[in-house]
């Protein structure tokens, strides 16, 4: 039994619960958002009704077709803009949106590596632009956000660029003059380059005999069955000549910077060191002229796609450049780089038995800085990798080229559009090649830091960590 030796005392009042401060609501894009992301839907929807021969006979039920689609895209393109919102924190920048399956990105300050206002044609006649923000690790459509007015988007950008980078380095770049331009690519180029491709003679030579042979031959098969091939015309001039019209290449206090597109503006900037390798394409008839593209590998642009979107598309660099151009601007984005003082090793000649036409064309050679491979005849490819960045090498090993005593040699690098490989060389050679480049990478990663950058040459130019593996046999099957 207990007893009380005092008044009965109340209990402890617990400490008011602190309720958590209301976190800010965000705010939301600019209100025609809905309609300069979805006009397309709409006019996709008028040409299907205009096809359809029933709808046509009957201009009522075309008629609310279309205003059911109309009212419809509007409903969820309100939706999607109502809750989609946007609000700075103190170490990132929060998106959340979704209306049915909730979504939300948030983009930290240190990871943003550069930002660009984009105006795209629809969204420039109202006035409007979007933020295109390269986040190390992160995909193209991650760092998007878009509509805002054009001049609230170039606001946005520099309060990011204060909070990513500092404000004293955003002053500092704002203070430099504009720079001239250092290369602009004539349209005149660029149509010729894009008739003269492979994809485009193809599509066009396979239109005219399917035109000659219905009309003229009455052979059965069909105009409609030429539509791929109209396609496979049509597309190609549309991304390379409108998509790359006006191309320039200008150098700023941020790295190299193009500007392309006669409808959708588009800028990109390449910053100092964060390339990863360059791939450069000459087909067959470029060849003869002297043409070719340069792409790049650059950390945060390629390696998780937006729908629809190449999952090894890269930076252009250059879409279509005359040598001397070319080691121009490979000069520019890599000093002391010079692709005619590195001397290329050629496969044997057994390798004949693989490649009878191509196989003068496999070779591979390497400096200081860099490791190149060389394959194809029909469309030549170089791939240029770093030294300090490579990721890994390997060794494949098919059961005909064990017979010929051939291998393949890898140097793996982050997703994109460079692919290193030194095709059918001799065993012994490529398995000195696994070990010496494995070494070079090693040696390259201790003496190049990870946050060190590699600065563009300001001046014209004059005219070795990584592990490596035994992979599982298999044949080459790679194209030529």
Do not use: C
Request: glycine share 10%; hydrophobic share 40%.
């Amino acid at each position: 039994m207990t007893q009380q030796t005092g008044g009965e005392q109340p209990w402890p009042t617990p400490p008011p619960v602190q309720q958590p401060p209301d976190e800010p609501s965000g705010a939301r894009l600019h209100p025609l958002t809905p309609f300069v992301k979805g006009w397309g839907y709409f006019v996709v929807a008028a040409i299907a009704m205009v096809n359809n021969e029933s709808l046509r006979s009957n201009l009522t039920l075309a008629g609310f077709g279309l205003i059911a689609v109309l009212v419809g895209g509007i409903a969820l393109g309100a939706l999607s803009w109502w809750f989609t919102k946007w609000q700075l924190t103190e170490e990132a920048i929060r998106v959340d949106s979704g209306f049915l399956f909730r979504r939300t990105r948030i983009i930290r300050f240190d990871r943003i590596q550069a930002i660009d206002v984009a105006q795209p044609f629809v969204a420039r006649l109202f006035g409007m632009a979007e933020l295109r923000m390269d986040v190390a690790g992160g995909g193209k459509s991650d760092g998007k956000l878009s509509y805002f007015r054009y001049d609230e988007a170039v606001r946005l950008r520099t309060i990011l660029l204060v909070r990513a980078k500092g404000e004293q380095a955003v002053e500092h770049a704002d203070q430099q003059p504009q720079s001239e331009p250092i290369l602009v690519v004539p349209t005149a180029r660029l149509l010729g380059a894009t008739l003269l491709s492979s994809t485009v003679l193809g599509s066009a030579g396979g239109l005219i005999w399917l035109i000659v042979a219905t009309t003229v031959l009455d052979f059965h098969i069909g105009l409609f069955a030429g539509l791929p091939l109209l396609l496979g015309v049509v597309q190609p001039i549309w991304k390379q000549v409108v998509g790359n019209h006006g191309f320039t290449l200008s150098e700023t206090g941020h790295g190299l910077r193009t500007k392309r597109g006669l409808f959708d503006v588009q800028r990109q900037t390449v910053p100092p060191g964060r390339v990863q390798g360059l791939l450069i394409t000459e087909p067959i008839i470029w060849r003869l002229l002297g043409w070719s593209r340069v792409e790049l590998d650059i950390a945060g642009v390629a390696g998780s796609p937006a729908e629809g979107e190449d999952d090894r598309e890269g930076a252009q660099l250059l879409p279509v450049g005359e040598r001397a151009e070319v080691a121009y601007v490979l000069a520019r984005v890599l000093p002391g780089l010079d692709l005619a003082r590195i001397e290329m090793h050629r496969a044997p000649q057994r390798a004949k038995r693989l490649r009878p036409i191509g196989w003068r064309y496999l070779a591979y050679g390497y400096d200081d800085q860099v490791l190149v491979t060389t394959r194809g005849w029909v469309s030549r490819r170089t791939s240029i990798v770093l030294h300090h960045k490579t990721q890994s090498v390997r060794l494949e090993q098919g059961p005909i080229q064990r017979r010929l005593g051939l291998a393949n040699v890898h140097v793996d690098t982050p997703l994109g559009p460079t692919d290193a490989i030194a095709l059918h060389r001799d065993q012994f050679e490529a398995a000195r090649l696994l070990e010496a480049q494995a070494d070079r990478a090693r040696e390259a990663r201790r003496e190049v830091p990870s946050s060190a950058a590699v600065q563009t040459q300001p001046n014209p130019p004059s005219p070795d960590g990584s592990s490596s593996s035994a992979a599982s046999p298999a044949d080459d099957s790679s194209a030529t």
